[in-house]
């Protein structure tokens, strides 16, 4: 795959892509109704697996080593936009097992945890999950009190997270924890481990084609060569996940919108009143021509900060290549990384603010325009805006991304969280 393209901000794409985008949109088009009675039924969608399976999605862009697809980041970002148009129930399975999931450990594993655990995740026959956050523990994870300690040849986990995504199917998930020294390290747990339990969390707003769990560590034994990363460079390796979480959510919000003026023109083109279809009133236009707005201007900030989290993965990938002390260099401070780092990191967090908030807009326009026909879940754009509330909340809550891009500018001393 050659990156030349991107480099130059140009987002065409090549015919390969092209060819894997169409298999997408085919997987997307045959898995719809179930999805939608899935969701209905509030089940887990048991399709998405053997569908998405099939074509490599569950991989994408994970290396063709561990059998991905070795797909950039930048395809793999329009893979979700077409996903997103889908939901963001069904997109939040690919962000939990992929972005937040496999990603972790393509970037910060050792081989043997790779050759272990990577090939059975792009295969789908094991799902991934990432579980950060804690009931007292949210947009401030470096206050999270789940604790290990070593014994032998274990480690030993006590704690709770909460509101983990795919955390009921998964069957390995990153986590994070407090060592004896106070400091936060990260660690692969198979779920079958002793002392690991997962509870279903009931009577969500939206997101109902997949589950979130309540995670419980008690005296949860994990052998010790589970430690991912550096000891006690846990929530570096936390916040790194987060860039791909918010990019894969912003990449599915632009599929919300644009699934959202779709079906807002169909109706508004049918639907009569006051002696003319919808579609020729002013202010259904006004509507029409915001979602337009939302959807092209979270395309280039998503496109954007998708070239520039590419970057910093070739960077790191040479680096793997060439220096078997890699994540030492890293942690002392490599200037160029911390550059591309810091880059991939802020382009991210403007394109989730935009586009997350832009879609709940065009979601909430596109039930205005529906009137009392979006008054119930079986209509998509009612489920988009009970979604759409949840992606302003997580993988870094607005509030949260709008103070630390106001502190990026102002400075460390101004940072107000
Ligand atoms: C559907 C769903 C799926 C999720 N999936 C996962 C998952 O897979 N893995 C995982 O680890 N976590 C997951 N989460 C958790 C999610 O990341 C957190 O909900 C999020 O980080 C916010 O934390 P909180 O809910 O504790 O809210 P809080 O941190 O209590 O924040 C509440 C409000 O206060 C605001 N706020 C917080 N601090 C400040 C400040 N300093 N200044 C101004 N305002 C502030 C926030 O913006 C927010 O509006 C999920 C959450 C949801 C709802």
New binding site residues.
Partial sequence: MSYSNLSKMNFEISDDQKKFLEQVDQACKSIREHETRCYLEEKSNDMTVPTFGKIGMLGCPISKKYGGLGYDILTYAFALERIGREGNSLR?FF??HVS?GQMVLQNWADEEQKRKYLPDATSGKSIM?????????????GSMTTKFEEKGDSFILNGK???????TMAKVMTTYARGPDDRISAFIVDTDSKGFHAEEMKN?M??LSIK?AEIRFENCMIPKKNLLGTKGKGLSIAYSALID?RLSVAAGAIGVMKDCLDESIKHSQKRQQHGTVLAKKQLIQEHLSSMIVNIESSRWLVYRSAVARQKLHDYVENLKESDSQWQEKLNREDKEYSALRARADRLAAIAKLHATNAAFDCANRAVQIFGSFAYQKTNRVTRHFLDSR?I?????????LK?KLASLELGDKYQ??
């Fill in positions: 939040t962000s939990a937040i999950a990432f579980a950060l956050t804690e009931p007292d523990a949210g947009s401030d994870p997270k909460h509101w983990v995504g795919n955390g969500k939206g997101l979130n979480g949840a302003i909340i997580y993988e870094g809550a607005n509030e949260v103070l107000a969280y």
